[in-house]
């Protein structure tokens, strides 16, 4: 039905859950900082290693990787709880990169986007979140 690649990060929580939903796609990187990733559900998809060179910590430390995946996307959706301070790094970041992006907010609806046809596309495919 659909032919795009899917990055995710391996974070527990949202990239856990969205490993779990896509874990019998094939088209799926998983990007990960640190020495393997932290979740990781086929060991068939692609896994990107995101290097630390300058030897960061803490949220700069995972910010490496949230940096890589917004560079490499195409078209960024996701999914943010109001308080994740990764969404939100992630949503300006694509801002920045002039990306598509579409953002839900957790238990609720669309709350931004840059594209109209993409939020109609996930609206067809999650008439709930209309």
Same mark, same amino acid.
């Given at each position: 039905?659909?032919?795009?690649?899917?990055?995710?990060?391996?974070?527990?929580?949202?990239?856990?859950?969205?490993?779990? /939903?896509?874990?019998?796609?094939?088209?799926?990187?998983?990007?990960?900082?640190? !020495?393997?990733? *932290?979740?990781?559900?086929?060991?068939?998809? $692609?896994?990107?290693?995101?290097?630390?060179?300058?030897?960061?910590?803490? *949220?700069?430390? /995972?910010?490496?990787?949230?940096?890589?995946?917004?560079?490499?996307?195409?078209?960024?959706?996701?999914?943010?709880?109001?308080?994740?301070?990764?969404?939100?790094?992630?949503?300006?970041?694509?801002?920045?990169?002039? $990306?598509?992006?579409?953002?839900?907010? *957790?238990?609720?609806?669309?709350?931004?986007?840059?594209?109209?046809?993409?939020?109609?596309?996930?609206? $067809?495919?999650?008439?709930?979140? !209309?």
């Amino acid at each position: 039905m659909y032919n795009h690649d899917i990055l995710i990060g391996d974070c527990r929580g949202v990239d856990a859950l969205v490993q779990e /939903y896509t874990k019998h796609y094939e088209k799926v990187t998983v990007f990960f900082v640190g !020495n393997s990733p *932290r979740n990781f559900k086929n060991s068939q998809w $692609k896994i990107k290693h995101v290097t630390n060179p300058l030897k960061k910590t803490g *949220r700069d430390f /995972y910010s490496l990787k949230d940096n890589s995946m917004s560079i490499d996307c195409d078209i960024a959706v996701m999914i943010w709880n109001g308080a994740s301070i990764g969404t939100f790094n992630n949503i300006k970041n694509c801002e920045t990169l002039n $990306k598509d992006i579409l953002v839900f907010k *957790r238990g609720t609806k669309i709350i931004k986007t840059t594209n109209n046809d993409l939020q109609n596309v996930f609206l $067809k495919l999650f008439p709930d979140l !209309n």
